[in-house]
């Protein structure tokens, strides 16, 4: 049962376009979210997380949004740039669970 | 600062075989955290350690795997007898403080195990 749920495997985008990542959930306990970055032979690297009190967060050229009513949450990158092309895990954390539930993971890809 | 530790790399064994991967976390660092991706799948949490002790081990899959953080330095994840489902990457994380936003959570680039 997969709680976190990343439905495109793959996306590709022009650089200097706006990149857009989408995410589901199906936990209610859910109230923190984070955004990962990985590049092939690396481990995830943090990126942007959003606590479920609000429902927009930015940092740079990411944008997290959280709809809460339909358990959705997005990642925007604008303009794009050639080093963002990486594998994006979505993940969520529930209080008082220390443990991350991730998603399957979307590979994107800028394409100069 | 030395980041997260993981070694071997790549490891490839035959099915029944015994496999040890060892982390290292972050030096100064209570939390240490398993995962494992299986081939394009999530990934998935294994356990938590706080220094020596398994603060939660919901994760494991079965009995053949077993985790050991001796004296709260590095750790070890035995598979015992390994299974050809177990292949995957294995993460390992650490973090000093607990924090929501996992700042300072900080991930190894994995090993890579393959049973055969």
């Known amino acids: 049962d997969q709680q976190v749920k990343q439905n495109s495997p793959s996306l590709s985008v022009q650089e200097g376009r706006i990149s857009i990542l989408n995410c589901d959930y199906t936990?209610?306990?859910?109230?923190?979210f984070l955004w990962y970055k990985k590049y092939p032979a690396e481990g995830p690297t943090f990126l942007i997380s959003?606590?479920?009190?609000?429902d927009k967060n930015e940092d740079g050229r990411f944008t997290v949004f959280l709809n809460k009513s339909a358990k959705h949450l997005s990642l925007h990158i604008v303009p794009s740039q050639p080093g963002d092309s990486a594998v994006y895990f979505c993940?969520?954390?529930?209080?008082?669970?220390?443990?991350?539930?991730f998603g399957t993971g979307t590979r994107l890809t800028i394409i100069p | 600062e030395a980041g997260v530790t993981q070694f071997p790399s790549h490891s490839v064994i035959e099915k029944g075989q015994t496999v040890t991967l060892r982390c290292d976390p972050i030096?100064?660092?209570?939390?240490l955290y398993w995962y494992r991706r299986v081939m394009g799948k999530e990934i998935k949490f294994l356990l938590h350690?706080?220094?020596?002790?398994?603060?939660?081990e919901s994760g494991m899959p079965n009995n053949r795997f077993l985790a050991e953080r001796t004296g709260g330095t590095y750790s070890t994840l035995k598979v015992q007898p390994a299974e050809l489902e177990d292949s995957g990457v294995y993460f390992c994380?650490?973090?000093?403080?607990?924090?929501?936003?996992?700042?300072?959570?900080?991930f190894g680039s994995g090993t890579r195990l393959t049973v055969v």
């Open positions: 994380a650490s973090s000093q403080v607990l924090t929501r936003d996992r700042r300072g959570y900080t």
């Open positions: 936990n209610s306990m859910f109230d923190y």
């Open positions: 959003i606590s479920s009190i609000k």
């Open positions: 993940a969520a954390s529930a209080r008082g669970n220390e443990k991350l539930t």
């Open positions: 030096s100064g660092h209570d939390n």
């Open positions: 350690f706080v220094k020596e002790s398994k603060q939660d």
